[in-house]
T-cell receptor, first 110, second 110 residues
Framework: DVKVTQSSRYLVKRTGEKVFLECVQDMDHENMFWYRQDPGLGLRLIYF???????EKGDIPEGYSVSREKKERFSLILESASTNQTSMYLCASSLANRYTFGSGTRLTVV | EDQVTQSPEALRLQEGESSSLNCSYTVSGLRGLFWYRQDPGKGPEFLFTLYSAGEEKEKERLKATLTKKESFLHITAPKPEDSATYLCAVQADGGFKTIFGAGTRLFVKA
């Protein structure tokens, strides 16, 4: 079974901290994505990557960056966490447009 | 602008009471329409892909249909374990991004 693993289920960070969210997939998929999910807004794309060391901005990249040094790992970085980045963060990988999601990281910034 | 709108936001059913969820979409050219199920505290799980108007897919008590402007997820004789949020998403021709709707929260009472 295809698996996408996010390193933390819950995180609490302070305003201004640098935050790393890690995602690993075991399917050898080329495409990986980071979304945030907020009530009433659905899933919004932050960044995606279609190859190692390649990255593209999604719809809401401000305040975020990403790193993809290896095919299986895609990291989301909050450069200086703010309270409006409190959200559920979902990582996904895809093959033929069918997404496999991780279980999500619920991040609270205080 | 490509857009996905789901209705209703929430739906409460009695066990055995069949109903439908709606997904309206606006996209320049449809590459695929996707349905996902999301349980609380988990990432979305893939259900169906539909590619062209008139196409139908079935899985247990769920049946997805597609027209040129909308998709329906029909739930026949639902059970409490069908309670979840159902997400609709589209991908446009020539595009790389998948656009998600905000979801319909389904509650099925025994």
């Amino acid at each position: 079974d295809v698996k996408v693993t996010q390193s933390s289920r819950y995180l609490v960070k302070r305003t201004g901290e640098k935050v790393f969210l890690e995602c690993v997939q075991d399917m050898d998929h080329e495409n990986m994505f980071w979304y945030r999910q907020d009530p009433g807004l659905g899933l919004r794309l932050i960044y995606f990557s279609y190859d190692v060391k390649m990255k593209e901005k999604g719809d809401i990249p401000e305040g975020y960056s990403v790193s993809r040094e290896k095919k299986e790992r895609f990291s989301l970085i909050l450069e200086s966490a703010s309270t409006n980045q409190t959200s559920m963060y979902l990582c996904a990988s895809s093959l033929a447009n069918r997404y496999t999601f991780g279980s999500g990281t619920r991040l609270t910034v205080v | 602008e490509d857009q996905v709108t789901q209705s209703p936001e929430a739906l409460r059913l009695q066990e055995g009471e069949s109903s439908s969820l709606n997904c309206s979409y606006t996209v320049s050219g449809l590459r695929g329409l996707f349905w996902y199920r999301q349980d609380p505290g988990k990432g979305p799980e893939f259900l169906f892909t539909l590619y062209s108007a008139g196409e139908e897919k079935e899985k247990e008590r769920l049946k997805a249909t597609l027209t040129k402007k909308e998709s329906f997820l029909h739930i026949t004789a639902p059970k409490p374990e069908d309670s979840a949020t159902y997400l609709c998403a589209v991908q446009a021709d020539g595009g790389f991004k998948t656009i998600f709707g905000a979801g319909t929260r389904l509650f099925v009472k025994a």
